[in-house]
């Protein structure tokens, strides 16, 4: 008996995903290059792609790698190992081979979906069995028989469907395991917070492997929207998909915004609505902000989340269109808990930086195959992010940095997003990055990386508004000039500081 109420009271990916087909029988669930697939024919595809895997032995708890630039085959795999309860990897084509093999041997996948164009690059790192994309997989879907083990659900909403690989600054990357019950977390909370309805659509640019389109292409499809799949970050045709849908949320990240900026310059094409644009506030120039939502006419999402806690923590403050806000202050999300702690785990007081701990349903299960990581990121019954906030009196929280990367100097604890923020609050500041560096005196001092969007500025203005806003330790050393596109940045736009700092033994120029 309590089985059976165990039971009932868990749902699945794929069987939210089939409840979804049956009231939306003509709406296109996915659109890509002038194709379409509707609801009911997306989840014949994907009972075929599931019987297909059962036939190649694909067990509940497998994993399955894929290597692929986005595509429509990348949606019908994920959606069939929920069928079957396998695990999808998603790897990251950017990764050098020893990341890559890194990656595939931390999970031990029974088989690959690769594609074609990314063969060779797989082939030179494992020797899986693979599955191409394009004529392979519709070789393999037309093959396919019925298999009624497929979508009969799961033992427990507990069980695995995507592993992300996290992208740090340093060492190797570590698997992300995502289950059924925190993408269905991650569905309605962020539902809940930004009001979106069920036919509100999603623009899948960026990679898939990325929780920006892993987490909300599969949110989209069990509300009922369109995703349209985007090769990668293409402008014109994001542009293009905002005349044709009502979109939800528009991810746009740091380092893709003036781009987009100037093709709406360019194209200002009339808009069906969006409810909100944009991701990670802090480390977008103010100005961006302002005009970006003045041109898209709907708000910046003001949020804070991750790989491992989807948009949770901070997933519901908007910035007002037009706006070039001076406090970025987030919101905390009304669907988790969290606290502010000290190296010691106690909680600090109102207006002191700390860790920020946090506990709640859209949370991940740990990373693959790392114990020790796992019992120490996970002490005490919350997840430690490894980010520094501090709680204002109102109760929001302000985003103070990484934990892992602090500038010690003369004693003192200086965050490079504190200095980051002032200079990007100038008018001629496109991008800002600050680094440590050796000092003779104080141990370590602080040097910032500046693109500026017009030749006027100058050092000397920066450090007199450095100097206007912050006390001396935390001021810069020296200020260097990078174009725009040489700042180095992973896959989810941030800046990489450990390449910075390789670029400190060049002299200045």
Known sequence: ???????????????????????????????????????????????????????????????????????????????????????????NWRLAPGELRHCVALVEPVLAVVQPSLRAAFAAISALPVIETGAEWEALLAAARPDERAGRGLPSHEAGLNILYTSGTTGLPKGALISHRAHIARAM??????SLRPEDGFI???????????????????????????DGFDPAAINAA???????????????????IAERRANPTPILGIKACGAMADLVPRHQLAELTRLLQTPYLNSFGSTETGLPPASAALIEIGAAPRDLAKRVSSFCEIRLVDPQDRDVPEGE???????????????????????????????????????????????????????????????????????????GVA??????????????????????TEPGVSPEELLALCRAQLAGYKRPREIRFLSFEAFPRSTSGKVQRHLLEALLKSPPG
Not at 189 to 194: G, R, T, V, W
Not at 208 to 230: C, E, N, Y
């Open 1 to 91: 008996m309590q089985a059976n109420i165990l039971a009932a009271g868990q749902a699945d990916v794929f069987g939210l995903f089939k409840t979804c087909v049956a009231g939306r029988p003509a709406r296109p669930a996915l659109e890509w290059g002038g194709k379409s697939l509707s609801y009911p024919d997306l989840c014949g595809r994907v009972e075929r792609a599931a019987a297909a895997l059962l036939a190649r032995g694909v067990q509940p708890g497998a994993r399955i790698a894929i290597l692929a630039h986005n595509c429509p085959e990348y949606i019908e795999l994920q959606l069939a190992a929920a069928a079957v309860g396998a695990i999808v990897a998603c790897l």
């Open 189 to 194: 909370s962020f539902a809940a917070e930004l």
């Open 204 to 230: 899948a640019w960026a990679p898939m492997f990325h929780m920006a389109s892993a987490d909300h292409m599969l949110a989209t499809l069990l509300r009922g929207g369109t995703v349209v799949v985007i």
């Open 242 to 260: 905002l005349t044709r849908h009502k979109i939800g949320w528009l991810v746009l990240m740091p380092g893709t915004i003036e781009a987009f």
């Open 353 to 427: 930086p700390g860790e920020l701990a946090i506990r709640g349903p859209t949370l991940f299960s740990g990373y693959w195959n790392a114990e020790t990581t796992n019992a120490r990121d996970f002490r005490g019954g919350m997840f430690h992010m490894g980010d520094v906030f501090r709680r204002l009196p109102d109760g929001r929280i302000d985003f103070v940095d990484r934990i892992k990367y602090m500038i010690k100097t003369g004693g003192e604890n200086v965050y490079p997003a504190e200095i980051e923020r002032v200079l990007l609050s100038h008018p």
């Open 431 to 452: 991008e800002a990055a600050v680094v440590r560096a050796p000092d003779p005196k104080w141990g370590e001092a602080p040097i910032a990386f500046v693109a500026g």
